[in-house]
Nanobody
Framework: QVQLVESGGGLVQAGGSLRLSCAAS????????MGWFRQAPGKEREFVAV???????YYGDSVRGRFTISRDNAKNTVYLQMNSLKPEDTAVYYC?????????????????WGQGTQVTVSS
């Protein structure tokens, strides 16, 4: 059983930056692909980014070029660096762990989830 805890959310002005962290415990972190998703009120959960166990990455269209996902296997932590934030980035951000070997973007394909951290971008 893998436990995931997100941190780093908050309130930021449009154009600003935030870095989210997700600390994992209870499993072999380095074996999992790690993803970030977000969910705004009244909307479906949206794929943001994923990083494989070997460091390959894939991004959603709405964040490509602005967000960067990375991982530190020694610290059992995955990060999401968010730059040039927009009001439409406002959402609860979740990290998730996938025991599979592909870069997947559907929430149903992930095995473990954190509780989420709120990101609010003001205009």
């Amino acid at each position: 059983q893998v436990q995931l805890v997100e941190s780093g959310g908050g309130l930021v002005q449009a154009g600003g930056s935030l870095r989210l962290s997700c600390a994992a415990s209870g499993g072999t972190f380095s074996r999992y692909a790690m993803g970030w998703f977000r969910q705004a009120p009244g909307k479906e959960r949206e794929f943001v980014a994923v990083i494989s166990s070997s460091g390959n990455t894939y991004y959603g269209d709405s964040v490509r070029g602005r967000f960067t996902i990375s991982r530190d296997n020694a610290k059992n932590t995955v990060y999401l660096q968010m730059n040039s934030l927009k009001p439409e980035d406002t959402a609860v951000y979740y990290c998730a762990a996938d025991a599979g070997t592909y870069l997947r973007s559907r929430p149903s394909e992930y095995d473990y989830w954190g509780q989420g951290t709120q990101v609010t971008v003001s205009s």
